[in-house]
C-alpha cells in the first residue's frame, strides 16, 4: 500500500509540475499572441501612438509605400526610397535607405539591411521596419544615438519581401495560419534560394534559373551591394537563429550545422536577444520550443534548406541572422505598439554591431586600392573579399585575432588587432 500511495503521489506531484509548466507556456503564449479585446477602445486609441508614431492599424501596399515615401519627402538629406523589383503580380518591393549622407556611401561605411515579410503571413516584421524608418528618421539630429548611427552606417529596410502573400494573410491568425506564407505563385520563398548542401555553387548565373521574381530580386540585391550585416524577420516563434540553417544530410532536427564564423554568429543572436525585452527569456510559443538565452543554431532547430540566411553567407561577405518576433504570425493590430517596444532596441543594438570588428583597405605597393582580394582572420575558415575600393568589414565578437591580406599582388604581412565591441579596428593592408 505504501508503495501503491507512493507512486500515487508521485504521480501527482509531477502532473501538477506539468499542470504548472503548462500554465507558465500558455501565459507567455498569450503575451505574444495579441488577442483581441484586451484593452476598450478608449484605451487602445490612447496607446498606439508610441513614439511619437502611429501604430494603430495594418497599412495596405500602397499605403505603406506612401507612408515610406512621406519620410523621404520629410527627410530628403537622410532619407532614400528605391525597390529591388517586384513581385509575382507586379508590387514593388520597396526599402527605405537612411543614412547621414544618403546620396552617397563614404569610404568605408558599413552597409546593413533588414529584410521582412518573406512570408507574408508573418506581419510584425513589416510593421516593425515601417516603425523603425520613422523612428530613426525623426530621431536624427535630435537622439545622440540615432545621429551617430546614420552618421556612420548606410541602413537599408526593406518592410515586405513578399506583398502578394500579406494581401491575402488574415490578421487575428495565429497558429495554423498558412494563408500568405507563399508568393503569388505558392512558393516558399524561404526554400527557394540556393541549395548550398545540393546544388554546385560557382556559377551564380546557373543557380538562377527556376527562382521566384522575389528571390532573384534579393538574390541581386544581396551580390551586387557590399552589405557587412543582416537580418531576416519571421515570426510563430521568439528566438534569434543563426546559420547555418541546414547540413549536408538534411536531418529533421537536432543536428548543430555550425558555420566557420560560428562564435561571431552567435555573438550577433545573443546581442539581439539580449537586447529585446523578452526573447532572452527562452519564450516558448509551443512546448516543443526550448531556446536558452533565446538563441539557437537554425539547423538545430529544424533544417531548412534554400533559405536566405546562408544564401547570404555563401555568396557574400553579409552576415544575417533569422528573428522570430511573435508566437502569433499575424496579430490584431492592438498588439503592434507592445511588439515595437519589445524590438526597439534589439534592432538598433544589432545595427551598432556593423562596428565591432575590423575594417580598412587593402592596397598594393603603390598605394591603390586593391579590389576582390581575400582577407583573412586566423583561425575562420572564411574570407572576405574587398570591394572596388578596396575596402573590407569583417564582424567580431571582443578578442584578439591575426589578420592577412591576399591578392593578386601577393600577400599583406600578419597583424595582430584588439576587438572592444564598441568601435572598430581600422587596420589597412597593404600587399608585398
Known sequence: MQIVWGTVLAVTACSSALALQDEDQQAQRRQFLGRPGELDPQEEEARCVVDGINMCGYETHKQMIGRLRNIEQRNPNIAKIGSIGTSVKGKPLVYLKLSGNVNRRSLMEPMVKYVGNMHGNEVVSRQVLIYLAEYLANGYGRDGRITRLLNTTEIFLLPTLNPDGFEISREGSCDNNRLGRENANRVDLNRNFPRQFDEPQNDLRRLRNGREPETLAAMDWITRNPFVLSANLHAGAVVASYPFDDSPRHRTTGFYSASPDDRTFKYLAQVYARNHREMHKNVRCTRADDFPGGITNGAKWYDVPGGMQDFNYIHSNAMEITLELSCCKHPPASSLPRHWLDNKNALIAYI?????????????????????????????????????????????????????????????????????????????????
Open 352 to 432: 551598432e554591431q556593423t562596428q565591432s570588428g575590423v575594417k580598412g583597405v587593402v592596397m598594393d605597393i603603390n598605394g591603390s586600392p586593391v579590389s576582390g582580394a581575400k582577407v583573412s582572420v586566423v583561425g575562420i575558415n572564411r574570407d572576405v573579399k574587398t570591394t572596388g575600393a578596396g575596402e573590407y568589414w569583417k564582424v567580431l565578437p571582443p578578442g584578439q585575432y591575426r589578420l592577412v591580406a591576399r591578392g593578386d599582388g601577393g600577400s599583406s604581412r600578419e597583424v595582430e588587432v584588439s576587438v572592444d565591441g564598441k568601435d572598430p579596428a581600422i587596420v589597412n593592408l597593404t600587399l608585398q
